[in-house]
């Protein structure tokens, strides 16, 4: 079945610098990659996606990127708030099936 | 905005206990799924649910483990006789049909003493 890694598993930031969280994926079948934003006690909130048949997705300081040859996807968040502070989870599945398959998470930590 | 509902938020129960976890999905929502998320650790699919049928189930989906759409708005996940190991949060998602993005509730914390 579906194996994601997700690196690094802790990440400290200043406030207004950027992070870069990476995900890779095993089965080159899946084209559905899903991040997740998941605040202390609280539901994982979808954040951003990306379908393989993209290589890049932007949404205001949030980007996705994805290479399906290398099999992975990568979280870019740019001038980072201290509410950004978080556990960011990436996944995968593909179309049609229904199995999320997450990453172990990373916790983002931006100070002020 | 419609959200996806989980009752309740915290549960104890003893070993050997049976216990229901409610769900409420997004109403044009047909897709429904189980996942736990144990303490520090990342999340994990249990279940699909589409068309009063199971559509997938992981290996930790075993015997204990059932799921049922009692009426036109809950979905439920029940263990039968909870272990130790059962504790966790027990997020519920749901989708719509063609639509690859699950929405997760807010989760039932479960602790088995």
């Known amino acids: 079945g579906e194996n994601v890694e997700q690196h690094p598993s802790t990440l400290s930031v200043q406030e207004g610098d950027s992070a870069v969280i990476k995900c890779t994926y095993s089965?080159?079948?899946?084209?559905?990659f899903p991040w997740y934003k998941q605040e202390l006690g609280k539901r994982p909130q979808l954040i951003i996606d990306i379908r393989s048949n993209v290589g890049e997705k932007k949404d205001q300081r949030i980007a996705v990127t994805l290479n399906k040859t290398a099999k992975h996807f990568s979280l870019h968040i740019t001038e980072t708030q201290p509410e950004d502070s978080a556990v960011y989870f990436c996944a995968a599945s593909i179309s049609g099936y229904s199995t999320l398959t997450f990453g172990k998470g990373t916790m983002l930590l931006v100070s002020p | 905005e419609p959200e996806v509902t989980q009752t309740p938020s915290h549960q104890v129960t003893q070993m050997g206990q049976e216990v229901i976890l409610r769900c409420v999905p997004i109403?044009?929502?047909?897709?429904f799924y189980w996942y736990r998320q144990i303490l520090g650790q990342k999340v994990e699919f249990l279940v699909s649910f589409y068309n009063n049928e199971i559509s997938e189930k992981s290996e930790i989906f075993d015997d204990q483990f059932s799921v049922e759409r009692p009426d036109g708005s809950n979905f439920t996940l029940k263990i039968r006789s909870t272990k130790l190991e059962d504790s966790a949060m027990y997020f519920c998602a749901s989708s719509e049909v063609g639509e690859e993005t699950q929405y997760f509730g807010p989760g039932t914390r479960l602790l088995v003493l």
């Open positions: 109403s044009n929502h047909l897709y």
């Open positions: 089965d080159s079948a899946s084209n559905y």
